[in-house]
């Protein structure tokens, strides 16, 4: 209810955008704009901004995954055997943000940061797929198609989940690698139609929304895959890759083609 008593209804949400930014606006009735969603792509400028997300909103619901700086997708093993071995002498959140603040000095740490206004509430790290030495199947690696972004984490302030956020964080990271010439856009989501705490890769029908096609599976997991370019297909057909699992597509390329279209302009 708003101040004078009437009901207020949720209007479809807006996407404005820059080159370097996203913005997602919620609507409600009679409101004008009562919250405003800055996707940023990463920067040194925005590092502080970075840290103070997972100091301070990030698995404040007590989300298993917590503490954590989303440091592991860019470490290999043995760093990752270092970094643990120091938990017990600096305390384990101390020692996650120490790692987190040498890498991304360091530019190891990529993404997408989701603002409200000037409060930093959502992250989805995403780089392209070489830059991962895990996160990333082995079976998409084999299955990858030209030069490819992956998203292999996203984390939403709890208060902020529900609205959108994942989704602009996606749709800002697409943009993001086409301007690079990146041929395709790739998530790897869990098969499961049950709430997963873990599943921090995001669920498939997120991908499905932004006009991602499966394109395999694997142990239960999807490779969820946008093309950025028209002449490659989404399968990205070839016979050395006939030994991996193929879904069936719901739509065709065109069809994922014109879903994305109409995302874009909702």
């Known amino acids: 209810m708003n101040a004078r008593g009437t009901a207020r209804y949720a209007l479809p949400q807006v996407r404005l955008s820059t080159h370097r930014e996203s913005s997602l606006y919620f609507l409600l009735g009679e409101d004008v704009f009562v919250k405003r969603i800055i996707i940023k792509p990463l920067a040194p400028e925005l590092h502080a901004d970075y840290l103070d997300f997972f100091d301070h909103r990030a698995f404040t619901d007590e989300n298993p995954n917590g503490p954590c700086y989303c440091t592991s997708p860019n470490q290999d093993e043995e760093e990752i055997k270092r970094m643990v071995s120091e938990f017990q002498i ?21 993404g997408h940061l989701a603002y409200d206004g000037n409060l930093p509430v959502g992250w989805c790290n995403a780089a392209d797929m070489e830059s991962y030495a895990g996160f ?35 749709d800002s990271v697409c943009k993001d ?90």
């Open 90 to 110: 600096f305390g384990v959140k101390a020692t996650l943000r120490k790692y987190a603040v040498d890498m991304l000095n360091r530019n190891r740490i990529q």
């Open 136 to 170: 990333v199947p082995e079976f998409a690696r084999k299955n990858a198609c030209g030069k490819t972004m992956s998203i292999v984490c996203f984390e939403i302030a709890p208060e902020y989940r529900g609205m959108g956020v994942a989704s602009a964080l996606i």
């Open 177 to 266: 690698a086409k301007a690079k010439g990146y041929a395709a856009v790739e998530g790897y989501p869990k098969l499961s139609d049950k709430r997963n705490d873990f599943d921090y890769q995001g669920p498939v029908r997120l991908y499905q929304k932004a006009g991602f096609v499966e394109v395999a599976r694997e142990n239960g997991q999807a490779v969820m895959r946008k093309v950025l370019k028209e002449s490659i297909d989404p399968f990205c057909s070839d016979a050395n890759l006939a030994h991996l699992e193929r879904i069936p597509s719901q739509i065709d390329a065109g069809e994922a083609k014109l879903a994305s279209h109409e995302l874009m302009e909702e």
